[in-house]
């Protein structure tokens, strides 16, 4: 099954390159920047749940040790971040829309911190399924 588990993650990291490098600029493109950013915040939670679930899955059907942990390790930072970030980010935003100009530097400490997360999370998914599928 680490053939299957490898497709997992191979749908997911098409997923997590198509939707922030096609989706998300072609949606502030023909929308006005009030109704994208709404559009992406409605979104952007399902993204961290279905990736975290897909990692969850990926690491139930591995079945080896160290593939598995890792794939869990990477399915709950993006379970996190969907359950902590992303709530503290929208409220952040909500506030600074509100004129709370402090809500800015809320933002801006955990915005980078989700954007490093998934950026992370790629990269450990390519080397999983290297590993799963005999490329060490």
């Not at 390159?17 to 939670?45: N, Q």
């Amino acid at each position: 099954m680490p053939e299957l588990a490898a497709l997992v993650i191979a749908a997911s990291l098409g997923a997590m390159v198509f939707f922030p490098s096609i989706v998300a600029p072609t949606i502030f493109r023909i929308l006005p920047e009030d109704k994208a950013g709404l559009f992406l915040r409605a979104v952007f939670p399902n993204y961290f749940l279905i990736n975290g679930v897909a990692a969850l899955l990926a690491a139930a059907i591995a079945f080896r040790p160290l593939e598995s942990g890792l794939l869990a390790a990477c399915a709950a930072m993006m379970l996190a971040v969907r359950i902590v970030a992303i709530p503290i980010i929208n409220n952040a935003r909500d506030l600074m829309l509100s004129g709370d100009v402090a809500a800015k530097d809320q933002s801006n400490l955990w915005h980078p911190g989700t954007v490093i997360a998934n950026t992370a999370e790629m990269i450990i998914l390519v080397i999983i399924a290297c590993l799963l599928l005999g490329y060490d």
